[in-house]
């Protein structure tokens, strides 16, 4: 694949590491530990269990953990309703996604887990 065909993915990947910065200021802003983000970090990826099924469910399960909606939702309510805690979840769910997306690790395809919609992941290489 050429450069042009790349740029897309490569904007999405920098909008997504500006997310992550973006993210864990607000989280520090209001008033967390930021040692929490890694500490909480690998626990979205327990999404990953209905791959011991198959890669349909698997794929499922991991876009639905993976996806901006539900921690945007969670975010609204926690400043409609002032709930720190959903603040604090809201963050952390949201910082793990931006971190995974710049790192290549997109929205799964049914096939299987390595291809994704920033593209193939392969060896350590991500695209």
């Known amino acids: 694949m050429g450069v042009i065909d790349r740029l897309p993915v490569r904007f999405q990947r920098a909008e997504s590491g500006v997310l992550a910065v973006v993210t864990a200021v607000a989280f520090v802003e209001l008033g967390y530990s930021w040692w929490w983000l890694l500490a909480l970090f690998l626990v979205f990826d327990l999404s990953?269990?209905?791959?011991?099924?198959?890669?349909?469910?698997?794929?499922?399960?991991?876009?639905?953990?993976?996806?901006?909606?539900?921690?945007?939702?969670?975010?609204?309510?926690?400043?409609?309703?002032?709930?720190?805690?959903?603040?604090?979840?809201?963050l952390v769910w949201a910082f793990h996604i931006a971190v995974d997306r710049l790192l290549g690790y997109g929205l799964k395809f049914q096939d299987r887990f390595t291809h994704t919609h920033l593209g193939e992941i392969s060896g350590g290489q991500r695209n």
């Open 48 to 90: 990953m269990v209905g791959y011991a099924s198959n890669p349909r469910l698997g794929a499922w399960t991991y876009n639905l953990v993976h996806s901006y909606v539900a921690p945007a939702a969670l975010g609204v309510g926690a400043i409609v309703a002032g709930a720190r805690w959903a603040a604090f979840l809201s």
